[in-house]
């Protein structure tokens, strides 16, 4: 060999060393941008005040404390006369009760129960997990109702974002050991973890995210070690096989945050998909003719949950 090729084969070994070194470190890293997001700031009082905001005079909240595995949930309950049945808001990545609770206005004929996954909005320490845990609080919730003396077939699940995927892997949790819901209300589920941190990172780096990959194996995998979950069983996709829980899709053309591609994925399991064309991430809804509840309406008439 050359001495010429002698140093750009140094080289060239100098550079997939520092490559692969750089990508061990900044998987090392990676784990706080998924087990630590921020949740909006909210003042003393403020949360109950915009739920009071939300409701009518013929309506009131209560709120409960439910246990989920380790996690305590403050769950808030609107009361309405009447209601056919009751809905669980889910809300997205980085957000918290009161940022899924406007849905309640397009859902006027049920009762609606929401929270902000693992407590968090008492203890902001505690890590997100994409559903790894967030699916026990959502079967906590359902027990819960049961327990209040709402069956199954009265209860729905709506959920945006990370919320829709968590919907999908409780309700593989829940079927099993009891059987179906009414129906589930879910706009641009996330495929699985490894997709939903590739898509994050996409959005960060652009193209060069590719060369991310081996940094995002080593960060899924160490997030798992830390918040003692499997990433491999987050996987809302898989979670949709066999479903019998009568489920809604509702997706963006072009959403890069959760692509159709992937919920597509899931609607091969699932095949109630409306995709709205040049609809960005949880555009869909306000772009379509009557609206997120001109969507909804028709399915939960179907479910007997319409007033």
């Known amino acids: 060999m050359s001495p010429v090729n002698r140093s750009l084969l140094r080289a060239g070994l100098a550079l997939l060393m520092l490559y692969l070194a750089v990508s061990v470190f900044a998987g090392w890293c990676l784990p706080g941008l998924l087990l630590h997001a921020p949740l909006p700031s909210r003042r003393r009082g403020e949360v109950e005040t915009r739920l009071a905001a939300l409701s009518t005079v013929r309506e009131h909240w209560t709120v409960h404390p439910v246990s989920a595995g380790t996690a305590r949930l403050r769950v808030h309950w609107l009361h309405r006369p009447g209601a056919k049945g009751a809905a669980i808001l889910l809300h997205g990545f980085g957000d918290d009760a009161l940022g899924a609770?406007?849905?309640?206005?397009?859902?006027?004929?049920l009762d609606v129960l929401c929270f902000t996954f693992r407590g968090r909005d008492a203890d902001p320490s505690l890590p997100t997990t994409l559903g790894g845990h967030e699916r026990e609080d959502v079967v906590a919730v359902v027990h819960f109702l049961e327990g209040a003396g709402w069956p199954r077939p009265r209860q729905v699940l709506v959920g945006s974002s990370q919320g829709a995927g968590v919907a999908l892997l409780a309700l593989a949790d829940l079927e099993p050991e009891g059987g179906p819901l009414a129906g589930a209300l879910l706009e641009s589920p996330f495929m699985d973890l490894r997709d939903a941190a590739r898509q994050y990172l996409r959005g960060t780096l652009g193209p060069i995210e590719v060369l991310a990959r081996p940094a995002e194996r080593v960060g899924i995998w160490r997030a798992g070690r830390i918040a003692r979950f499997d990433p491999e069983g987050v996987s809302p996709l898989r979670a949709s096989r066999g479903l019998r829980t009568p489920v809604a899709l509702l997706a963006g053309e072009a959403d890069r945050v959760t692509p159709l591609a992937g919920v597509q994925a899931i609607a091969r399991n699932l095949p109630d998909l409306t995709v709205v064309p040049g609809a960005a991430h949880l555009e869909a809804g306000?772009?379509?003719?009557?609206g997120w509840k001109g969507w909804a309406d028709p399915r939960l008439r179907r479910w007997g949950l319409s007033p």
Request: aromatic share 0%; charged share 20%.
């Open 286 to 290: 306000s772009r379509l003719s009557g």
């Open 101 to 109: 609770a406007p849905r309640l206005q397009d859902l006027p004929g």
